[in-house]
């Protein structure tokens, strides 16, 4: 049982090139979103699924894309790269996306954009 | 909309002294509550939740919290603390009308020795 995963942990892109962070758990798991981190601003949710084929888009939505076709998996697109999206990337997931569920947080992924 | 502050970006102890990490809300409903941890380079971790019942409520690692609703507050607090305790504080709050959660901006714990 692997948990959620993030791949990869390091990147580094130039502005408006395009990159797909990776998602992936197997618990099992309905609820998925990605969060972003910024020092002194804590966690930002950027989009969340409740299920397959169901998106839905966080407080910080613009400039990324999501799509979920299966349980296990919730890629984050970035479609043309700033560098105001330089930060640190979670995926997490939850049994119910009720906000009663413990959310299992994957390891990050540090993005810089140049 | 809902709302959650850590009034305190670092918070200072020394080892084996108790300690307290502060949270207030704001929902227009009742509150589900929680608090994670974050250690370096890490993932963040669950550490408990409140959601209904016992006002007070154990977690992970010793840590416990009060759900205050007159002060609006859930503070984080940990009767011994321990060096390994020293990382990063997430207070985070859902209003029973939503279905995300929101994040506060962290509180950094030091445990001196």
């Known amino acids: 049982n692997a948990g959620v995963t993030q791949t990869p942990k390091f990147q580094v892109l130039k502005t408006g090139q395009s990159m797909t962070l990776q998602c992936a758990q197997d618990?099992?798991?309905?609820?998925m979103s990605w969060y972003r981190q910024d020092p002194g601003m804590g966690l930002r949710l950027i989009h969340y699924?409740?299920?397959?084929?169901?998106?839905d888009q966080g407080e910080v939505p613009n400039g990324y894309n999501v799509s979920r076709s299966t349980t296990e998996d919730f890629p984050l697109r970035l479609l043309s790269a700033a560098p105001s999206q330089t930060s640190v990337y979670f995926c997490?997931?939850?049994?119910?996306?009720?906000?009663?569920?413990?959310?299992?947080f994957g390891p990050g992924t540090r993005l810089t954009v140049l | 909309a809902q709302s959650v502050a850590q009034p305190e970006d670092q918070v200072n102890v020394a080892e084996g002294n108790p300690l307290t990490v502060k949270c207030t809300y704001s929902?227009?409903?009742?509150?589900?509550l929680f608090w994670y941890v974050q250690y370096p380079n890490r993932g963040l971790q669950f550490l408990l939740k409140?959601?209904?019942?016992?006002?007070l409520v154990k977690g992970s690692y010793g840590f416990e919290a009060e759900f205050n609703k007159s002060q609006t507050s859930f503070h984080l607090k940990k009767p011994s603390a321990l060096v390994s305790d020293s990382a990063l504080y997430f207070c985070?709050?859902?209003?029973?009308?939503?279905?995300?959660?929101?994040f506060g901006k962290g509180t950094m714990l030091l445990v001196s020795p």
């Open positions: 699924s409740v299920g397959a084929g169901i998106t």
């Open positions: 409140y959601i209904t019942g016992d006002n």
């Open positions: 985070a709050v859902r209003d029973r009308g939503y279905s995300t959660l929101t």
């Open positions: 997490a997931s939850s049994y119910s996306g009720l906000g009663l569920d413990t959310q299992y």
């Open positions: 618990m099992n798991h309905e609820y």
């Open positions: 929902v227009s409903g009742n509150p589900y």
